[in-house]
């Protein structure tokens, strides 16, 4: 009697409960293995197709892995759904851990978002000399929440994509030629055209200076203390600062040659004497 009884329980327990729970168990493997393959699938056409629309590879990687970790999540959700777990309760406690998070990290969420926009619209690229956020430097890499960049001093500095967007960005490489504006004082007793012949002599002796635009040279001000000509030669961007300072030299020296006077900042005062 206690064997029948025995192989009654037996057979129960394999009907209802060994059997079906084996079955949910290998559904529950196939869904997350096929689901995984097609994840696999889905996201590999992903980045073909953000390939061909030529953004990025930094945003292409981001997206897809996004892409892959959410389809992910899905899957493992319908293989639990088929054990039987609750997934109500666990999809409601992953939107609450994902509010949370997102609260957190609200500034680096701000911070990704700029950085989406950056690589998206291209305001500068990697090599590119800008100033943005109050750092002046050379591009080095653009990240999705950060932007580094060297400075003429070579120092790396690395900048919250945040602050680049939300702030004005000068781009000094986004053109091929670049105008210097220089200004040169003289002094009132020089002789202004004779002072103007030489700075345009230095022009046309520079063939780093171009020719079209044509550099300008005008007497712009006359101030306290000197005659202020305006210097503007345009130049290719990558020789703006090599000329400028071999320029600025070239002015001294010619000055000096021909007598031209570089007055200091002065002040005449006049005494009356009263008499007593």
């Given at each position: 009697?206690?064997e029948?009884?025995?192989?009654?329980?037996?057979?129960?327990?394999?009907?209802?409960?060994?059997?079906?729970?084996?079955?949910?168990?290998?559904?529950?493997?196939?869904?997350?293995?096929?689901?995984?393959?097609?994840?696999?699938?889905l996201?590999?056409?992903?980045r073909?197709?953000l390939?061909?629309?030529?953004?990025?590879?930094?945003?292409?990687?981001?997206?897809?892995?996004?892409?892959?970790?959410?389809l992910?999540?899905f899957?493992?959700?319908a293989?639990?759904?088929?054990?039987?777990?609750?997934?109500?309760?666990?999809?409601?406690?992953?939107?609450?851990?994902?509010?949370?998070?997102?609260?957190?990290?609200?500034?680096?969420?701000?911070?990704?978002?700029?950085?989406?926009?950056?690589?998206?619209?291209?305001?500068?690229k990697?090599?590119?000399?800008?100033?943005?956020?109050?750092?002046?430097?050379?591009?080095?890499?653009?990240?999705?929440?950060?932007?580094?960049?060297?400075?003429?001093?070579?120092?790396e500095?690395?900048?919250?994509?945040?602050?680049?967007?939300?702030?004005?960005?000068?781009?000094?490489?986004?053109?091929?030629?670049?105008?210097?504006?220089?200004?040169?004082?003289?002094?009132?007793?020089?002789?202004?055209?004779?002072?103007?012949?030489?700075?345009?002599?230095?022009?046309?002796?520079?063939?780093?200076?171009?020719?079209d635009?044509?550099?300008?040279?005008?007497?712009?001000?006359l101030?306290?203390?000197?005659?202020?000509?305006?210097?503007?030669?345009?130049?290719?961007?990558?020789?703006y600062?090599?000329?400028?300072?071999?320029?600025?030299?070239?002015?001294?020296?010619?000055?000096d040659?021909?007598?031209?006077?570089?007055?200091?900042?002065?002040?005449?005062?006049?005494?009356?004497k009263?008499?007593?």
């Amino acid at each position: 009697m206690p064997e029948s009884l025995s192989s009654i329980d037996i057979a129960s327990i394999t009907s209802n409960y060994i059997v079906p729970w084996s079955i949910n168990i290998v559904l529950a493997l196939v869904i997350f293995v096929v689901g995984r393959w097609v994840v696999h699938a889905l996201v590999g056409l992903l980045r073909k197709g953000l390939g061909r629309a030529k953004l990025d590879t930094i945003l292409i990687d981001f997206i897809a892995s996004i892409t892959n970790a959410v389809l992910l999540l899905f899957v493992i959700i319908a293989a639990l759904n088929q054990l039987g777990v609750n997934t109500t309760s666990l999809i409601a406690l992953l939107g609450a851990a994902g509010l949370a998070v997102g609260l957190a990290l609200q500034n680096s969420l701000q911070n990704f978002a700029a950085g989406v926009m950056l690589i998206i619209f291209r305001p500068f690229k990697s090599g590119d000399f800008i100033e943005a956020a109050g750092t002046t430097g050379v591009v080095e890499n653009i990240t999705i929440f950060t932007t580094v960049l060297r400075t003429g001093d070579n120092r790396e500095v690395i900048v919250p994509n945040g602050s680049i967007y939300n702030g004005t960005i000068t781009n000094y490489s986004a053109r091929a030629t670049r105008r210097i504006d220089m200004v040169f004082g003289i002094g009132y007793d020089d002789d202004i055209r004779k002072a103007k012949e030489i700075l345009l002599r230095l022009l046309n002796e520079d063939e780093r200076i171009l020719k079209d635009p044509e550099p300008l040279v005008a007497v712009a001000e006359l101030a306290d203390s000197s005659v202020n000509f305006n210097v503007r030669p345009w130049v290719n961007s990558a020789d703006y600062w090599a000329v400028k300072f071999d320029f600025t030299e070239r002015v001294k020296l010619a000055f000096d040659a021909e007598g031209i006077s570089i007055p200091y900042p002065q002040m005449d005062v006049h005494m009356d004497k009263s008499a007593a």
